[in-house]
């Protein structure tokens, strides 16, 4: 007579302790103490931008003697500053709102351009099968380590002078000037954020279900129409993350701005205006704290707007039950 064996003892975890490092981890990041560390973190970073602002609305007299903290004691506004800083006419003030103007203009295609560039090739890099894609690849990803400060010269000598190979000129020089000069700062933000952009965005597109892309192709969609219908929905996290780093970065850059597209009214952003009046009206504190709000407000409603989409995106699933 044979006898069975009872099947072992399923081990239960206990409940009250998580089972692995990573919920270990989840756990402390959740407690009441993690969560008032991350609120006080956030105050210490939230103060100084809202003493910035009240100043920004204090009379002249009133922040040049006394600290913004005193507002709740002796409260007193006004909108001087804004109007001054933004539509001053005389030399003085910083008029910003045509380099605000400026800011936007060299920002958003600086943005758009990169992303679109990068989207299209991660996408032929992480699905397309050709000779070479690795190579290139690795040739994207190693441009990476090239300095921002290397490339500048060589960029600017390009736009100079054009190509010349064993005395023949390849490429013409491109002899812009005024408010041409925004296609120089485009080309060269484009270049420089392209092999992060496309780095990350690879990384996203090759880890996406291949099924979906088998279903695709069986359904008769062809690249054109898997990149659109399918890749370009589920990378909205990766295009928004990208988005928010490459428009803050262009949008704070000084270096960039004021080498392709020069110091004029007509070309420089805000942070070079910004530079001048720190420069040679530092005791305009009125004005200063004026402009800087003016210069963060846009990144701020940027970031805000964009981190919606950006967690939409992480919490919507690929397939739908």
Known sequence: MTTTTPP?????????RPPTVAGRVRKRLTSRTATAVSIVIAMIWTVPTFGLFVSSLRPEDEIKSNGWWN??????????????????RTASSGQLAGFFINSLVITIPSVLFPLAFAALAAYALSWMNFRGRDWIYIGIFALQIVPLQ???VPL???????VTVAGVQVLPAWDLTAEERFV???FAHTCFALPLAV?????FMSQLPKDLMEAARVDGAGHARIFRSVVLPLTVPALAAFGIFQFLWVWNDLLVALIFAGGGRQTAPLTVRLAEMAGSRGSEWQRLTA???VSMIVPLIVFLSLQRYFV????AGSVKG
């Open 8 to 16: 072992a003892p399923v081990s239960v975890a206990d409940p009250k």
């Open 71 to 88: 507002v709740f004691t002796d409260p007193q506004f006004t909108l001087a500053n804004y109007q001054d800083v933004l539509f001053g």
């Open 150 to 152: 290397m490339a500048l």
């Open 156 to 162: 600017l000598r390009f736009f100079s002078t054009g």
């Open 184 to 186: 120089q700062v485009w």
């Open 199 to 203: 780095f990350l965005l690879h990384n």
């Open 291 to 293: 402009g800087a709000f």
């Open 312 to 315: 939409r995106g992480l919490l």
